[in-house]
C-alpha cells in the first residue's frame, strides 16, 4: 500500500480502514484492535439506540402531545392515534435500520481488509482474528433484536403514558 500524503484518508471510507489496519498490522497491535471492537460493540450499539430514540422523540413531539390530547379526550380517533404510533415507530425503526446497516457495512469493511492482510502476511492466529467478525456478527443480531424490542416497548410505554396523564 502507498501513501499519498495530498490526499485526504478519510475521504475514500475503505482505503482509510485499510490503512488504519495496515497500521495496526506493522505495529503487531491488529489482534488487539479486533478484540477491542468485539469488547466495545454492545455498549456503542446501544448508545446508537439510544441517540436514534431520542432523535425521533424530538422530531415528534407534536405527535407525542397530540397522541395524548386524543386519547385523553376518549374521542372515535382511534385511528389517528393509530396512525400516530405507527409514524413514530416506523421512524425509530428505519433511522435504527439506516445507522445499523451503515455499521455492519463498517464491519464487513474492516473483516475484508483483515482477512486479506492475514493471507498476505500469512499471519499465525488468523483464525482467532476472522473469528473477531464473526463473533461480532452474532453480538450486533442480539443487540439488534434486544434493543428494537426494548426501544419498542419504551417508546409505546412512554405514548401510553402521555395518553393516560
Do not use: C
Not at 12 to 31: C, G, K, P, S
Not at 78 to 91: V, Y
Request: glycine share 4%; charged share 25%; hydrophobic share 40%.
Amino acid at each position: 500500500m502507498t501513501d499519498d500524503s495530498s490526499r485526504n484518508p478519510e475521504a475514500d471510507t475503505f482505503h482509510y480502514i485499510q490503512l488504519i489496519v495496515e497500521a495496526l498490522n506493522r505495529m503487531n497491535r491488529l489482534d488487539i484492535a479486533i478484540d477491542t471492537i468485539e469488547q466495545r460493540l454492545p455498549v456503542e450499539l446501544f448508545k446508537v439506540v439510544e441517540k436514534s430514540n431520542n432523535e425521533v422523540a424530538q422530531r415528534h413531539p407534536g405527535t407525542l402531545r397530540a397522541y395524548a390530547n386524543r386519547t385523553r379526550g376518549k374521542t372515535s380517533m382511534a385511528t389517528d392515534a393509530d396512525d400516530a404510533r405507527t409514524s413514530l415507530l416506523n421512524d425509530l425503526l428505519w433511522t435504527l435500520y439506516a445507522r445499523f446497516e451503515a455499521i455492519a457495512e463498517g464491519h464487513r469493511v474492516i473483516y475484508d481488509v483483515v482477512a486479506g492482510v492475514a493471507r498476505r502476511d500469512d499471519l499465525p492466529d488468523t483464525p482467532a482474528l476472522i473469528r473477531g467478525f464473526k463473533e461480532l456478527w452474532k453480538l450486533y443480531q442480539s443487540e439488534v433484536s434486544f434493543s428494537n424490542t426494548s426501544h419498542v416497548f419504551r417508546l409505546t410505554w412512554a405514548l401510553d403514558t402521555f395518553s393516560s396523564s
